[in-house]
């Protein structure tokens, strides 16, 4: 079917319009309930927080492997997760329709609750930092593999989310591997 450029233009006026926001409804209002906004806002929160706080780890390590550490170990990391979460809350955003998931007051709000539960690298020996950065890591796969099923058995997992949710489970994976060998435990 071949659109025209007015009927094409019409056709995204009125998509935008469903998406607008008005006034009187605050955007990062989140309902309590275990919405698949809610979930993903979740994923998101903790993310911003894995990618925080692996930030500061890149910053103040110090000691015979600071060169390792904080570039090629804490730095690749935060990188590389400060790169994939735009991807992400665009995912979330996407699947959903829904901007409260974007909300940076909620994402941070999540963030702040998830770096509760781990000492600041701050205040951290090396190899403190680094076995804290695996259980960070651990933790975070078993909520994706958690998220993930949750998703599936109730019938919200599309098949994008899938190969997202997937895609992230295999990068963090690959820190173990590097965490397991930094914190001297191959076999954790």
């Keep these: 079917m071949k659109l025209s450029r007015s009927k094409l233009r019409q056709l995204i006026l009125e998509e935008f319009s469903l998406a607008v926001v008005h006034p009187a409804e605050s955007p990062c209002d989140v309902s309590r309930s275990a919405t698949l906004s809610e979930v993903l806002a979740d994923w998101l929160g903790r993310l911003r927080a894995i990618q925080l706080w692996f930030h500061t780890a890149h910053i103040v390590v110090s000691g015979p492997s600071f060169a390792g550490d904080h570039d090629n170990l804490y ?6 997760i400060q790169e994939a979460l735009d991807a992400d809350i665009e995912k979330a955003v996407g699947v959903t329709g829904d901007v409260s998931v974007a909300c940076s007051h909620k994402l941070v709000e999540i963030a ?6 781990y000492p600041s690298p701050s ?5 403190t930092v680094a076995s804290t950065a695996l259980k960070m890591v651990h933790d975070h796969i ?6 993930f099923e949750d998703l599936e058995s ?3 997992l599309t098949l ?10 295999n990068t963090f994976e690959s820190y173990v591997y590097l965490l397991r060998q930094r914190a001297g435990s191959p076999g954790m």
């Design 142 to 147: 078993g909520f994706v593999e958690q998220t």
């Design 123 to 127: 205040v951290l020996d090396a190899e």
């Design 160 to 169: 994008g989310l899938n190969d997202h949710l997937a895609a992230q489970a």
């Design 75 to 80: 730095g690749r990391i935060y990188t590389e």
């Design 154 to 156: 109730s019938g919200e």
């Design 112 to 117: 702040h609750e998830v770096l509760e539960k």
